[in-house]
């Protein structure tokens, strides 16, 4: 983007005018190939994606004319992901084909490298930039650090490009691929690729059909020798087991993005069902924060208000593509879950209003059931002190709330609002928050000022 290029070019003008460039290397290279995460039919919010959920055409329709404003993360469809992929198959996900992996590379040094403006043909991945670096600077890779052993490196220097013919013979002789449940092996000009769709959750990767390509002489992988020429496919499959046993790829895993989105990772700190969070700290990343995907859950806030007027966001997570917030506005308690921005938003409103005093304010989500998507079912009671002040049915999203980085706040709103019922940083005002507790134990929500208190001394 231009964007980029303006920033990449601010870093060389900076050293150029301290007398570095001649003797940095700069080495920059894309991600992967044209993304497909807008489904076949394009997405006016790319979280229905990362939650498994399908879009629906109609509905997106209706957002034909403000897509790219404020009330869209929309992405594209996959039929303009393999057009911006060609002439190479399938996209990004797809490891095995080179639509998904092929991307530019550029590697400079005036000082080191003669050439100018001048393009290789040789194969080489990823994995060969750490090798490329280290032959550069002279630097060994330690086979033992802090009295770990290391894994070998996989990768093959590029430093022999920097004076090589354009189609000299690569030094890169194989190349494994897996990712999501795809894999592929590039071995000498050759490449096998096992017919098989990431992130399906099918399994059965024995059952895969496999196809074979001469990618040395059709390198858009368009003509499958698979039944011309077995042996030399049998012979990658082969290949590609040998690399997968020595850089740790099995067992494979072709989960859906819910699936693993939703699962909890490992973390220094074990997962536990009480969560204690405080005002005005820094927003916590989603991967670390509480989660309450796919259970019951309660939030409890133990709140001061001294102003009849006091408003503000007391906890909120996620964003107007997918989030929940609780929060007090025109003297009510309000919870809000924003189902993957799909309208209207479920809004409970407490009964009563909230004069100043001593309160602890919360809900409970108590799940009974599961959607045809994945998506939790149940009930939803919003709670002043211990006396429910409102119910009513909702769903919660299977997998992730953030899709820029939007943390866990108490006591405000870092980005995006959570709901259209008010606008960031939503600060709390009026009062004082001394915590906001989440709990997803699973058990009843009974007295709301006890368990509140038996929170706060646990921590």
Same mark, same amino acid.
Request: glycine share 10%; hydrophobic share 35%; proline share 6%.
């Given at each position: 983007?231009?964007?980029?290029?303006?920033?990449?070019?601010?870093?060389?003008?900076?050293?150029?005018?301290?007398?570095?460039?001649?003797?940095?290397?700069?080495?920059?290279?894309?991600?992967?190939?044209?993304?497909?995460?807008?489904?076949?039919?394009?997405?006016?919010?790319?979280?229905?994606?990362?939650?498994?959920?399908?879009?629906?055409?109609?509905?997106?329709?209706?957002?034909?004319?403000?897509?790219?404003?404020?009330?869209?993360?929309?992405?594209?469809?996959?039929?303009?992901?393999?057009?911006?992929?060609?002439?190479?198959?399938?996209?990004?996900?797809?490891?095995?084909?080179?639509?998904?992996?092929?991307?530019?590379?550029?590697?400079?040094?005036?000082?080191?490298?003669?050439?100018?403006?001048?393009?290789?043909?040789?194969?080489?991945?990823?994995?060969?930039?750490?090798?490329?670096?280290?032959?550069?600077?002279?630097?060994?890779?330690?086979?033992?650090?802090?009295?770990?052993?290391?894994?070998?490196?996989?990768?093959?220097?590029?430093?022999?490009?920097?004076?090589?013919?354009?189609?000299?013979?690569? #030094?890169?002789?194989?190349?494994?691929?897996?990712?999501?449940?795809?894999?592929?092996?590039?071995?000498?000009?050759?490449?096998?690729?096992?017919?098989?769709?990431?992130?399906?959750?099918?399994?059965?990767?024995?059952?895969?059909?496999?196809?074979?390509?001469?990618?040395?002489?059709?390198?858009?992988?368009?003509?499958?020798?698979?039944?011309?020429?077995?042996?030399?496919?049998?012979?990658?499959?082969?290949?590609?087991?040998?690399?997968?046993?020595?850089?740790?790829?099995?067992?494979?895993?072709?989960?859906?993005?819910?699936?693993?989105? +939703?699962?909890?990772?490992?973390?220094?700190?074990?997962?536990?069902?009480?969560?204690?969070?405080?005002?005005?700290?820094?927003?916590?990343?989603?991967?670390?924060?509480?989660?309450?995907?796919?259970?019951?859950?309660?939030?409890?806030?133990?709140? #001061?208000?001294?102003?009849?007027?006091?408003?503000?966001?007391?906890?909120?997570?996620?964003?107007?593509?997918?989030?929940?917030?609780?929060?007090?506005?025109?003297?009510?308690?309000?919870?809000?879950?924003?189902?993957?921005?799909?309208?209207?938003?479920?809004?409970?409103?407490?009964?009563?209003?909230?004069?100043?005093?001593?309160?602890?304010?919360?809900?409970?989500?108590?799940?009974?059931?599961?959607?045809?998507?994945?998506?939790?079912?149940?009930?939803?009671?919003?709670?002043?002190?211990?006396?429910?002040?409102?119910?009513?049915?909702?769903?919660?999203?299977?997998?992730?709330?953030?899709?820029?980085?939007?943390?866990?706040?108490?006591?405000?709103?870092?980005?995006?609002?959570?709901?259209?019922?008010?606008?960031?940083? +939503?600060?709390? #005002?009026?009062?004082?928050?001394?915590?906001?507790?989440?709990?997803?134990?699973?058990?009843?929500?009974?007295?709301?000022?006890? #368990?509140?208190?038996?929170?706060?001394?646990?921590?």
């Amino acid at each position: 983007s231009s964007y980029t290029d303006d920033q990449i070019g601010r870093i060389i003008d900076y050293l150029k005018e301290t007398d570095q460039y001649e003797n940095t290397v700069i080495i920059y290279a894309a991600d992967n190939g044209a993304s497909g995460e807008g489904t076949p039919n394009g997405s006016v919010n790319e979280n229905k994606f990362f939650n498994n959920y399908p879009d629906d055409l109609a509905e997106n329709l209706k957002y034909l004319d403000v897509l790219g404003g404020p009330d869209t993360y929309n992405h594209y469809p996959t039929g303009w992901a393999s057009a911006f992929s060609a002439p190479f198959k399938m996209f990004k996900r797809y490891s095995q084909y080179a639509g998904g992996t092929n991307d530019p590379l550029i590697i400079s040094w005036p000082a080191g490298i003669p050439a100018r403006g001048e393009i290789r043909q040789q194969y080489h991945h990823s994995v060969d930039i750490v090798p490329t670096i280290l032959e550069i600077t002279g630097t060994e890779m330690p086979k033992v650090n802090h009295g770990v052993d290391q894994y070998p490196l996989s990768g093959v220097s590029m430093v022999y490009t920097f004076d090589a013919e354009p189609d000299a013979p690569t #030094e890169k002789h194989v190349q494994y691929y897996a990712m999501l449940g795809t894999r592929g092996i590039w071995k000498d000009g050759w490449k096998a690729v096992a017919l098989h769709a990431p992130l399906v959750g099918k399994g059965h990767f024995d059952q895969d059909e496999w196809e074979l390509y001469n990618v040395a002489e059709d390198r858009s992988e368009a003509h499958n020798l698979a039944q011309e020429n077995p042996e030399k496919l049998q012979e990658l499959i082969a290949a590609w087991f040998d690399e997968a046993a020595k850089n740790n790829v099995l067992p494979l895993d072709d989960r859906s993005a819910a699936e693993v989105l +939703g699962t909890e990772r490992p973390t220094e700190e074990a997962p536990r069902d009480t969560y204690i969070y405080y005002p005005d700290t820094a927003p916590v990343p989603e991967g670390v924060a509480v989660n309450v995907r796919g259970r019951s859950y309660k939030i409890l806030a133990n709140v #001061e208000i001294t102003d009849p007027d006091a408003s503000g966001v007391l906890f909120a997570h996620g964003s107007r593509f997918g989030g929940h917030a609780l929060f007090i506005k025109d003297r009510k308690l309000y919870y809000v879950y924003n189902f993957l921005g799909i309208k209207p938003e479920q809004v409970f409103e407490s009964d009563v209003e909230l004069a100043p005093g001593k309160y602890t304010l919360g809900m409970a989500f108590e799940k009974t059931g599961t959607g045809d998507n994945g998506e939790s079912l149940g009930t939803t009671t919003l709670y002043v002190n211990d006396q429910a002040a409102a119910s009513g049915d909702m769903r919660t999203q299977p997998a992730k709330f953030t899709l820029s980085g939007d943390g866990l706040c108490v006591g405000y709103d870092s980005g995006d609002a959570v709901s259209e019922l008010y606008q960031t940083p +939503g600060r709390f #005002e009026g009062g004082t928050i001394q915590a906001v507790g989440v709990t997803v134990s699973g058990e009843p929500y009974r007295n709301l000022e006890l #368990e509140a208190q038996r929170m706060m001394l646990q921590q």
